[in-house]
Structures are given as C-alpha cells and as structure tokens.
C-alpha cells in the first residue's frame, strides 16, 4: 500500500480519507517501518472525535493509529539492535499516530521484535491492551482480596489472560463463554446484579468507565482499591472511605513490550481480531470505529 489514512477534520463528524504521503527518512535513533497490520483502539476514536484535545494536541492533517506491526527498512544513526529485515512491532506516540499508512518512523525504543509465529495482525491487536493491561496489573501487584475486572472487550481480555485469576464481569455477557477459559470465574451483570458481582472484591480494575464508575465505588469495603481504565472518575465521585481509587494512563517503556512477546510466543495473550481490512476500506472502517458501531478489534492488513 502507498496511500495513508488521515483525517482532515476532527470533531462530531471526523472526516477521514486517503493520501499519498511523503515518507519521512529515519533522524538518529529512529527506525523507519513498513507497517504489515494495523490495529484499531478506542483511543483512536476518541482522538477523532476531538475528545482529549488537553492531553493529545492533534495536528491536521493526522495519520491515526498507534499500535502496528510490520518489518524494518531504514535505520537511524545511533540505533542499535535492528537491522533492516527485522519483523518487529509497537505503539507510536497517540499526537504522532501514523500506524494506519504504508510506513511509519519512530523512536526504535518504541519498537520490539515480533516473536516467530506471531503474525503481524496478532502482533499489532496486542499492543495497547496487552500494555495498559500489564501496567495495571502491576499498579494492583500486593494488594489484598479477590481480583475483579469489569469489561470484556480487548483490554479485559489480555487483563483475563494475564491474571488467570478472579472474577470477570462482563457487562452484556455476550463475552462470558469466551473469558471463561481462562480460568477465571465469569459473572454477567446487568443492573442490580452489578453489586453482587463486586461482593468482597479487593481490587476492581474497570475497563468499562461511564456511570458504573460510581455504582461499583459504593460497592467498595474500605481497604479496596479501584483503577480505572477507561476513563478518570469524575472529580466529585464519592469514594468510600478507605477505598483507594485512581486512573492509570497507559506509560510504555520498562520492557513492556518485550514481555507482551513473551506472553504471545507462550500462547498467554491470544487477541481477538473480528475482522481484517485492507487500505481501500479503511475509511469507511475507521468511520463506523469513530461513529461506534464496530465494538470489537479491527485490524487493516498490507494488501498484497
Ligand atoms: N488508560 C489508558 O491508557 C487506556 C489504554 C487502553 C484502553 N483504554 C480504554 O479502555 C477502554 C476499554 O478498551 P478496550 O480496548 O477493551 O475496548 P473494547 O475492546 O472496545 O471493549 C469495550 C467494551 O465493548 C464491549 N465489547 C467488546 N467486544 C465486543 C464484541 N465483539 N461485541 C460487542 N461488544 C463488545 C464489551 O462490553 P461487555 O463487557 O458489555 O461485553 C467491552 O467491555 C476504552 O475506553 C479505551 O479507550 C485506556
């Protein structure tokens, strides 16, 4: 592929399209790659849509995408570790994007090999949910009581697949015979049900945000800690007290990459891909992501 997907307007109505674009040569310690797959997330939804302007000043025209895979093909002075050949895969800085293009140069720290026998798109759906899913289970690492994950979608998943303990709850329980696998106990919890499945829980990471924030917080004993992922808790939520609750934002770096590797070449995480598309569709995919009517992981592919 040779064309780019940018959008030229953000907002309520983002407009996507396609673009041939200059390809930009590697500065020192960069590498450039050409990108295999590319995985849709949330976050790129709401980039679109101009939510998060505060923390992620977009400029147009923008090329979305953080997480790809694909192989190296010009390296940077001063890198060491890549060659040119080297299937590798990782998160582009959300301001920078560019995942969803023919090539993309970045930082060679933010890249890591791709394990034999991971395939790019596997690669690629891994990153961001695999990565924020390690870091909050690191955030929670030593607390007490039984582990509770809301949200079934990627991020609950790879939480599910990493932990292989305690209590998914899944919101529609479209997701529970699938998370069931994984040795997790799998609670479908519409409405009430909502505070019996939180019962006794010690750490609740939530995937899900919205208005549940406050109905599980008033759920919480005091000693219970609660991370959000989704979205921070609004400033006047009420937090029980003794309940320790905050919001991780996914940090990268320390490695992270490399143990998502390692976790995918031991069969641990195991992403769910709905659909593949090529770059000739990307605008019409990326709309129905942004407009909210493809829930689960899409992943465009190199065509040919
Ligand atoms: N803080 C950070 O740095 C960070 C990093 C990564 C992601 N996030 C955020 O975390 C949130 C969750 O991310 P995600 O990647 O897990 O989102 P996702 O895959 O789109 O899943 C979100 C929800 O969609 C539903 N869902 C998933 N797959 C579905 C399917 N095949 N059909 C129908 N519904 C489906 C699930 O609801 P049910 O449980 O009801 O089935 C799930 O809880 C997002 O808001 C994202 O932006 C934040």
């Known amino acids: 592929m040779t064309r780019s997907l940018i959008l030229t307007r953000m907002g309520a109505t983002p407009e996507p399209a396609l673009a041939e674009l ?7 310690g960069e590498l450039r790659i050409a990108i295999d797959a590319a995985a849709l997330n949330p976050l790129d939804a709401k980039l679109a849509r101009g939510h998060l302007a505060d923390w992620f000043p977009i400029v147009l025209p923008w090329v979305p995408g953080t997480d790809f895979a694909g192989r190296v093909v010009a390296v940077g002075a001063g890198v060491t570790g890549f060659v040119p050949g080297d299937e590798v895969f990782g998160r582009s800085d959300p301001v920078a994007g560019g995942a969803f293009g023919p090539a993309i140069t970045l930082p060679a720290g933010f890249v890591a090999r791709r394990p034999a026998g991971i395939d790019a798109a596997t690669a690629a759906a891994l990153v961001t949910p695999a990565a924020i899913a390690l870091q909050a289970l690191d955030e929670v690492a030593g607390a007490d009581g039984p ?29 529970a015979a699938r998370l069931a696998v994984h040795g997790v106990q ?6 009430a049900d909502l505070a019996a499945a939180i019962a006794g829980a010690g ?12 109905q599980v917080l008033a759920c919480l004993r005091p000693g219970a800690r609660f991370l959000a992922i989704a979205e921070p808790l609004p400033e006047d939520a009420a937090v029980p007290a003794g309940v320790k609750a905050g919001f991780a934002a996914l940090a990268g770096g ?5 143990r998502i590797a390692g976790l995918a070449a031991d069969g641990v995480l195991v992403p769910e891909i709905a659909s593949r598309f090529g770059i000739g569709d990307a605008v019409a995919v990326f709309g129905a992501w942004t407009a909210g009517r493809l829930p689960a992981r899409q992943v465009m592919v190199r065509e040919g």
């Open 254 to 258: 320390g490695g992270q990459l490399d």
């Open 22 to 28: 200059p390809l930009r040569e590697p500065g020192p």
């Open 186 to 191: 799998v609670l479908a919890a519409e409405g």
């Open 147 to 175: 582990l509770v994950i809301l949200g079934s979608g990627a991020v609950g998943t790879a939480l599910v697949q990493i932990a292989r303990r305690g209590r998914a709850v899944t919101l529609s329980g479209r997701h």
């Open 203 to 214: 750490v609740v990471i939530d995937t899900v945000g919205g208005p549940r924030q406050r």
